[in-house]
């Protein structure tokens, strides 16, 4: 397609489950980014792959997150024993990347929505 | 290390009144600065972005930003509401080095009164 896709978009677990959320970024964006959206927060910054390597993983908030990358396309975020604090709209965001010094607008998906019970 | 401040969660503005999101920013390097809109139940979409020049940025929508350093400011605004633009508004802010890791802020949702 010829934005962002992110999928499921509506998921609903049980607290302890894990999930895993995807996220397809624009063909030839080598930049994927994952934010997490809280009812009354700002967009939280997860981590960053450039290519299939994750220079900045810093937001992940436990051990409980995790994110893969394959093939510099698809992206998978995992969340072991969700907990009900997990509960949020997961959107992953993918740019054209490089280190060129000019700014890559990034490009956001419709977001899955987590509701954790 | 890099912050941005939205005043206000929400700003209500009557159909054809003046819109103004207000947005400040703290960078230690020059920033890249801009404004994204969240509609209902969708992603984020870029309305407009200062990097380098031009301090008065326009955007889609008829909507505009000015860059200004002294106050470290990058208020949004529109002339004349439309109830269109009732939507969640973020300012966000990355570093002109590096690969550009975006700070958002925490969102004003601007209502507009028929």
């Known amino acids: 397609g010829a934005g962002v896709s992110q999928s499921p978009s509506n998921k609903v677990t049980e607290k302890g489950k894990d999930v895993e959320l995807r996220c397809d970024p624009i063909?030839?964006?080598?930049?994927l980014y994952w934010y997490r959206q809280s009812l009354g927060q700002g967009l939280e910054f997860l981590i960053y792959?450039?290519?299939?390597?994750?220079?900045?993983k810093s937001g992940l908030p436990s051990d409980r997150f995790s994110a893969e990358r394959t093939g510099g396309s698809v992206s998978t975020l995992t969340i072991q024993r969700t907990q009900q604090e997990d509960s949020a709209v997961y959107l992953c965001?993918?740019?054209?990347?490089?280190?060129?010094?000019?700014?890559?607008?990034?490009?956001f998906g419709p977001g899955t929505r987590l509701t954790v019970l | 290390a890099q912050s941005v401040t939205q005043l206000g969660s929400h700003v209500s503005v009557s159909e054809g009144a003046l819109v103004l999101l207000r947005c400040n920013y703290s960078?230690?390097?020059?920033?890249?600065l801009f404004w994204y809109v969240q509609y209902p139940n969708q992603g984020l979409q870029l309305l407009l972005k200062y990097t380098t020049g031009a301090t008065l940025v326009k955007g889609i929508n008829g909507f505009e930003a000015e860059f200004k350093k002294s106050e470290t400011s990058f208020h949004l605004t529109k002339p004349s509401a439309h109830m269109s633009d009732a939507a969640e508004y973020f300012c966000?802010?990355?570093?002109?080095?590096?690969?550009?890791?975006?700070?958002f802020g925490t969102g004003t949702k601007l209502q507009v009164i028929p």
């Open positions: 960078s230690s390097v020059p920033p890249y």
């Open positions: 965001a993918s740019s054209l990347g490089g280190r060129r010094g000019l700014y890559n607008e990034q490009f």
């Open positions: 792959f450039q290519g299939n390597s994750a220079p900045d």
């Open positions: 966000a802010v990355s570093s002109s080095g590096g690969y550009q890791k975006v700070t």
């Open positions: 063909s030839g964006h080598t930049a």
